[in-house]
Nanobody, 127 residues
């Protein structure tokens, strides 16, 4: 019954910004670590950003640090990823995920540390 639904993807030019939203139901996101991952055609899914259950710690992939920001709204049970200065190499399907460990205090970059995933939203950045 847990559902995560991403939205906000689209086609933009390099240098533009996009804000992704992950709407959750059936689970309170604030009780688990959360993360964003992405997968480009022919590539394996890779880590983008993560946040601890209480929002006190964040972790970013080196290539997106200072460009992307992970945030959440506990009242709305939503997770966000603000992406600025987008590059063509950011093109991928972006997925939000909720962590397997209850109140996980350490943001995780590992796919197997998450047990619920959204269907993804396409982000395409043209040159």
């Amino acid at each position: 019954q847990v559902q995560l639904v991403e939205s906000g993807g689209g086609l933009v030019e390099a240098g533009a910004s996009l804000g992704l939203t992950c709407a959750a139901s059936g689970r309170t996101l604030s009780q688990y670590g959360v993360g964003w991952f992405r997968q480009a055609p022919g590539k394996e899914r890779e880590f983008v950003a993560a946040m601890s259950w209480n929002g006190l710690s964040t972790l970013y992939r080196d290539s997106v640090k200072d460009r992307f920001t992970i945030a959440k709204d506990d009242y709305k049970n939503r997770l966000f990823l603000q992406m600025n200065s987008l590059k063509p190499e950011d093109t991928a399907v972006y997925y939000c995920a909720s962590g397997r460990v209850f109140r996980g205090a350490t943001p995780s970059s590992q796919i197997d540390e998450y047990d619920y995933w959204g269907q993804g939203t396409q982000v395409t950045v043209s040159s």
